[in-house]
C-alpha cells in the first residue's frame, strides 16, 4: 500500500520561507520521479517543481528561483523549499511520485500553505 505524506505547510508574512516535507511509503523512492503541485481555491492544479530520479529538476515560470526541490532517496522523502514567498502562493501544496511505466502515480493529501 503506497501513501504520500505531506507536512510543513503553515502561515507566513509575505517574504518568509517555508520547507514543505512528503514522505513516501510502499515503494522504492529512486525508481520514480517526483514533483510538487498546488491548487488555490477556485483555480485548477498546477505544477510547481519536478525532481525526476537521474537528479534533474525543473520549475514553473512562477518560481522565478524562489523554490528548490530536492530528494533523499534513503529517506524516500521529497522536499520543496519555499523563499520570498507573495500571497499568491497562497494554496494547497501536493507532492507527486510517478513513472512512465507505472500504472497511476501517486499524490499525497495536501498541505495548506498561506501567505499573507
Known amino acids: 500500500h503506497v501513501q504520500l505524506v505531506e507536512s510543513g505547510g503553515g502561515s507566513v508574512q509575505a517574504g518568509g520561507s517555508l520547507k514543505l516535507s512528503c514522505v513516501a511509503s510502499?515503494?522504492?523512492?529512486?525508481?520514480?520521479?517526483t514533483s510538487w503541485h498546488r491548487q488555490a481555491p477556485g483555480k485548477e492544479r498546477e505544477f510547481v517543481a519536478v525532481?525526476?530520479?537521474?537528479?534533474?529538476?525543473s520549475y514553473a515560470d512562477f518560481v522565478n528561483g524562489r523554490f528548490t526541490i530536492t530528494r533523499e532517496n534513503s529517506k524516500a522523502t521529497v522536499y520543496l523549499q519555499m523563499n520570498s514567498l507573495k500571497p499568491e502562493d497562497t494554496a494547497m501544496y501536493y507532492c507527486?511520485?510517478?513513472?512512465?511505466?507505472?500504472?497511476?502515480?501517486?499524490w499525497g493529501q495536501g498541505t495548506q500553505v498561506t501567505v499573507s
Open positions: 507527486k511520485f510517478f513513472c512512465i511505466t507505472c500504472p497511476q502515480p501517486y
Open positions: 525532481a525526476f530520479n537521474d537528479a534533474t529538476t
Open positions: 510502499g515503494l522504492i523512492a529512486e525508481n520514480y520521479d
